[in-house]
């Protein structure tokens, strides 16, 4: 039998895909920097389903790639080149949460939108959130330990996993959903497989952590004269403001950008920098915020008026991308030296790549600062060479919350020491004995050789 024939018996014929036109939406990354062909995409619907694609694949010694909604900026969820690409999309069901323990279980396919909704429905929220929500993948999200716009309060995927399914490289299901808050009995393999990329097993289902919904959310837009202003303002905030939420920073050039692709004037002063917050609670956080914001500040405590304040932080990777195909970094930095960095990245990228057009923005409140890069080639990594070692001298890490995934990999030893990395080598081997789950991804000189379908 060949691996075709085997994936077909695994999965039924029709939901594997090796027509290049049917392929083609698995083998792109969205921002259009990474591409590969896939040998296959194969879409399982059930666990058992995505144990029978991975033996089969490792009895052909096929390098897998896991995907989910497709949305992984660092090039860890789309072929390299002759891969089978494994779908995660047919595991979509969402569970009814459970009210005592504020948990609910999901498929790895299910959305974060889906997931938001379930949690709405029951009176609860889903404690995480970010512009890709209707896209994004639970596996995924959890494959990454993504964090987004309210990891400031929530935590990232690792403080949301209350349980986990997957499907380790050699085969094995491990199951650990009970949801119990305090279970120290042995190791936490699911805590684990958060954040592996993949690499180590593939996530099947998820149970998740919910929490109890916000009666009053008051975002406030405040412009500000300095970066070292805005910093004094984080702290501020964080200190006086016990609800605090979300704290995003925007950039000028990324204000004007975002509000030329809307076609929107901008509703803000000239400014430095612009600080969006957002505050939560059963009572209305409006006081706490205006005590700690300038006079000027917009303080929007009505839905219509919050969410034009947020379309501009969520539209500008979306205005980006309409203007080319931008190398992304998502590196974490320290806020003691978040103004340095911030102010040494425009050089040192036009150093770097010489005339191409820098964007800053993020999760201020988290030190998670992206860096956007219009200009150079996919392939040419001067730019990202510059921005990574600025990330690692003042502190930092090259990846917050997109992955290390292929596009970081070869800088991971920036951040990691070699005894860490032979460290997750070792882990590596023993869960993913054959080198098939998402080679290359990670920890560089793990790619293995391509299927033959
Ligand atoms: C966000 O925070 C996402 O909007 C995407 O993490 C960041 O486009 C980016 O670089
Ligand atoms: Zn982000």
Redesign the pocket.
């Known amino acids: 039998m060949t691996l075709t024939d085997d994936l077909r018996a695994a999965v039924g014929e029709r939901h594997v895909l090796s027509d290049p036109e049917l392929r083609a939406p698995y083998e792109t990354d969205w921002s259009g920097r990474f591409h590969g062909e896939a040998a296959l995409v194969v879409r399982p619907g059930t666990t058992d389903e995505v144990a029978a694609v991975l033996a089969a694949c490792r009895r052909a010694g096929a390098p897998v790639v896991p995907q989910g909604g497709n949305t992984g900026?660092v090039g860890g969820g789309v072929p390299r080149g002759g891969e089978v690409v494994l779908s995660l999309g047919r595991l979509d069901d969402v569970g009814v949460p459970d009210l005592a323990t504020a948990q609910v279980e999901l498929g790895a396919g299910a959305t974060l939108g889906a997931l938001q909704a379930a949690a709405r429905a029951a009176g609860l929220d889903a404690a995480m959130d970010?512009?890709a929500r209707d896209s994004a993948t639970l596996g995924g999200i959890v494959a990454c330990d993504s964090g987004?716009?309210r990891a400031l309060r929530h935590g990232t995927a690792r403080a949301r996993v209350a349980g986990l399914e997957a499907v380790l490289g050699d085969g094995t299901v491990v199951r650990r959903m009970s949801g119990l808050l305090k279970d120290n009995a042995g190791l936490n393999l699911p805590a684990l497989l958060v954040g592996s990329e993949g690499t180590l097993g593939v996530v099947t289902r998820v149970r998740w952590r919910l929490a109890a919904p916000p009666r009053r959310r008051v975002a406030v837009l405040v412009a500000l004269d300095s970066l070292d202003e805005v910093v004094g303002l984080v702290g501020r905030l964080r200190t006086e403001v016990p609800s605090l939420e979300a704290v995003e920073l925007l950039l000028p050039e990324g204000i004007a950008f975002t509000c030329e692709y809307l076609g929107v004037p901008s509703p803000v002063r000239d400014a430095a920098a612009y600080v969006l917050a957002e505050a939560v609670g059963a009572q209305d956080p409006t006081e706490e915020l205006a005590a700690v914001v300038p006079d000027d500040a917009l303080l929007a405590d009505d839905t219509a008026t919050r969410e034009r304040l947020w379309r501009l932080r969520?539209t500008l990777?979306e205005a980006?991308a309409a203007a080319g195909i931008p190398h992304?970094f998502?590196v974490g930095v320290p806020i003691a030296r978040l103004a340095e960095f911030l102010e040494r990245v425009p050089p040192a990228v036009e150093a770097a790549a010489p005339g191409s057009r820098t964007f800053q923005f993020?999760?201020l409140g988290d030190g998670n600062v992206?860096v956007?890069v219009l200009g150079p080639e996919p392939g040419d990594e001067a730019a990202d060479e510059a921005v990574l070692r600025l990330a690692a001298e003042v502190g930092g890490t090259i990846s917050a919350?997109?992955g290390v995934g292929v596009a970081k990999a070869r800088w991971l030893h920036l951040i990691r020491s070699d005894a860490e990395i032979a460290a997750m080598r070792s882990i590596k081997r023993a869960l993913d004995p054959d080198g098939v789950l998402n080679p290359g991804v990670m920890l560089p000189g793990t790619a293995s050789p391509a299927a033959s379908a």
Do not use: A, P, Y
Request: hydrophobic share 25%; aromatic share 6%; no cysteine.
């Open positions: 900026l970010f512009g987004g716009v969520e990777t980006i992304k998502d993020g999760h992206h956007n919350e997109h």
